[in-house]
């Protein structure tokens, strides 16, 4: 390059905003050797020219792994990092841009980064005045600790953590965004780290962003909840104790579209530790928007998730799958798992949940419904239990008789070929001989031949 800096810094541009266009013309400047040069700009001119090369670098560094690679060849990282402590807060932010954009890729250049000594002067800059330099460093962090636990433990180590946690409730909202969703890269990979981020403080205030004005915080407020609810029955019961049911699911019943999911994967998660967190979860009165959520949302895997988190609800007692089948969730259940246009994954979970909740349900009402239009395999699971229901209850026998189900019971048995002989017997055996005979298919034949076979007097 020329040695004049105002024209070493619109060249420096100009490549940047080519690299930046496609990921071509990046491997073209790489092709041309002039990442060298521009490792050198960082370590030697004004600042300007240092502001100008870092962005080349993050241009380039943001396609791809490989490209990403070839600056950490150049000897990049070891001039950005320096720029990460120089005065002028422009630099320092172009400089954590180009280090976030290297370590996104994956495992070993994030590890690459951590080993250059870049964390420790990305958390220096959160505690700048900088707004946007606060912003850059907080998801530079994220994408470095979102590759794996010794990476999050890293950044766990260097201090970040409590600088990041009061950004929850910051004025502004890119702070808040990236706050959230770099605390939640860090819980996400263990119960230890999870617990690291509790210790910040950030519930009650986390719940909070669920109401935030930004769908983005919102959502990753929520994704946050999620990573540290998945972990221990502990921080999931520490999340229902400060009122994260009950924001969750108020969050579910307003948020739009694909912004509930990790908010609706949240409940799921907590309620599958225990019975007492699935009630948890029906007392806050989550049954309602997820079954909302199962039935009127267009995309499947957003379903697929509203049905995984139903079934853990309802798979704990009886009391549990009752308050489901009360609110009609089995029928649609069954409707996402039989539909021709649901997805395979929206199918299987549809399934899966059924069958959960069937295995504890004894709403009679619910069940036999049911029967008439599930599946074979899943008419067993019905079967089962209403083979355990009705021997204990008079009034369920009685309207298992006016609703058509004992009839239907026979009629059903013969069609598959007897494979459900057991639980016909079994519930067979709650009724009258002459009743069951009345029911049955050939009765009316047995009567005919009856008449027929008659010689009056």
């Known amino acids: 390059m020329l040695q004049v800096p105002s024209i070493q810094q619109s060249a420096a541009l100009a490549l940047g905003r080519l690299a930046n266009y496609s990921e071509e013309l990046a491997k073209t400047i790489v092709g041309n050797e002039i990442l060298t040069q521009l490792v050198y700009s960082l370590s030697e001119q004004n600042r300007f020219i240092k502001k100008a090369a870092s962005f080349v670098l993050r241009a380039v560094a943001k396609h791809s792994p490989e490209l990403a690679v070839?600056?950490?060849?150049?000897?990049?990282?070891?001039?950005?990092?320096p720029c990460l402590e120089e005065f002028d807060p422009a630099v320092r932010e172009a400089a954590a841009w180009a280090i976030g954009y290297i370590a996104q890729h994956n495992a070993e250049l994030a590890q690459t980064v951590v080993e250059g000594g870049s964390v420790p002067s990305l958390v220096l800059c959160l505690q700048e005045p900088e707004i946007s330099l606060k912003r850059i460093s907080a998801s530079a962090l994220s994408d470095i600790c979102k590759h794996s636990p010794e990476l999050a433990q890293a950044v766990v180590d260097a201090g970040a953590v409590s600088y990041l946690a009061p950004f929850i409730l910051h004025p502004d909202v890119?702070?808040?965004?990236q706050a959230c969703t770099c605390l939640a890269q860090v819980a996400k990979h263990s119960a230890d780290l999870a617990e690291a981020v509790v210790e910040a403080d950030v519930f009650p205030r986390v719940l909070c962003c669920l109401k935030d004005a930004d769908l983005f915080v919102q959502k990753s407020a929520g994704s946050c909840i999620r990573e540290i609810a998945k972990q221990t029955p502990e921080l999931a019961k520490l999340i229902v104790?400060?009122?994260?049911?009950?924001?969750?699911?108020?969050y579910i019943a307003d948020a739009p579209?694909?912004?509930?999911?990790?908010?609706i994967m949240a409940l799921g998660y907590i309620a599958a530790f225990s019975e007492t967190l699935g009630l948890a979860v029906i007392v806050a009165q989550g049954i309602a928007p997820l079954k909302d959520a199962l039935v009127s949302e267009p995309e499947d895997h957003v379903k697929a998730a509203?049905?995984?988190?139903?079934?853990?609800i309802g798979r704990h007692t009886s009391d549990h799958a009752h308050a489901l089948a009360e609110q009609d969730v089995l029928r649609h259940l069954l409707a996402c798992m039989v539909h021709d246009d649901s997805s395979e994954d929206l199918q299987t979970k549809s399934k899966r949940a059924l069958k959960a909740i069937l295995a504890k349900c004894t709403h009679m009402q619910s069940l036999q419904p049911l029967l008439r239009y599930a599946p074979v395999k899943v008419q067993k699971y019905i079967l089962k239990q209403m083979s355990c229901?009705?021997?204990?209850?008079?009034?369920?026998?009685?309207?298992?008789?006016q609703n058509g189900g004992l009839q239907f019971l026979q009629e059903l048995n013969e069609t598959v070929g007897g494979r459900f002989a057991d639980f016909a017997q079994n519930i067979n055996q709650c009724y009258p001989p002459e009743v069951?005979?009345?029911y049955s298919p050939d009765y009316s034949k047995k009567i005919m031949d009856k008449i027929d076979d008659f010689q009056p007097l």
């Open 174 to 177: 890119k702070l808040k965004r």
């Open 436 to 438: 069951v005979e009345y």
């Open 389 to 401: 229901v009705l021997p204990h209850d008079v009034e369920a026998r009685r309207a298992f008789v």
């Open 306 to 312: 509203a049905a995984w988190t139903l079934g853990h």
């Open 241 to 250: 104790n400060s009122g994260g049911a009950s924001a969750l699911t108020e």
């Open 257 to 263: 579209g694909n912004s509930k999911l990790p908010a």
């Open 70 to 81: 070839a600056v950490v060849d150049s000897g990049a990282l070891e001039a950005l990092t």
